[in-house]
């Protein structure tokens, strides 16, 4: 069975900092280009942040560029996400996505997690 999880969600009082993880048990995550997305209440799902399994070179989107940190650790098997200066609009649940870069069919969703961020 394969499963990506992703502790670290939660309310946080601007300016805060949280850090997800996107764990990976089953397949080798350094193999897979990795995004996260979020939804808020109302809004299109937003792949705000990218990292690729070929160079490990990084995208973020513009509303998030700056304050947060996409990165890897293949040793553990493990995508990092480190999101500083939260802002409210950074309300949203959370997730990951491992996509194998060869197989478009070969793909696998964290179970997402609610970010609350209060003024």
């Known amino acids: 069975e394969v499963q990506l999880v992703e502790p670290g969600g939660g309310l946080v009082q601007t300016v805060g900092s949280l850090r997800f993880s996107c764990a990976a048990s089953g397949l080798t995550l350094c193999d897979y280009f990795i995004r996260w997305l979020r939804q808020a209440p109302g809004m299109k799902r937003e792949v705000f942040s990218c990292i690729s399994s070929s160079d490990g070179s990084t995208f973020y989107a513009d509303s998030v560029k700056g304050r947060f940190t996409i990165s890897r650790d293949n040793a553990k098997n493990t995508v990092y996400l480190q999101m500083n200066n939260l802002k409210p609009e950074d309300t949203a649940v959370y997730s990951c996505?491992?996509?194998?870069?060869?197989?478009?069919?070969?793909?696998?969703w964290g179970q997402g997690t609610q970010v609350t961020v209060s003024s």
């Open positions: 996505n491992a996509q194998n870069p060869l197989i478009a069919t070969k793909y696998y």
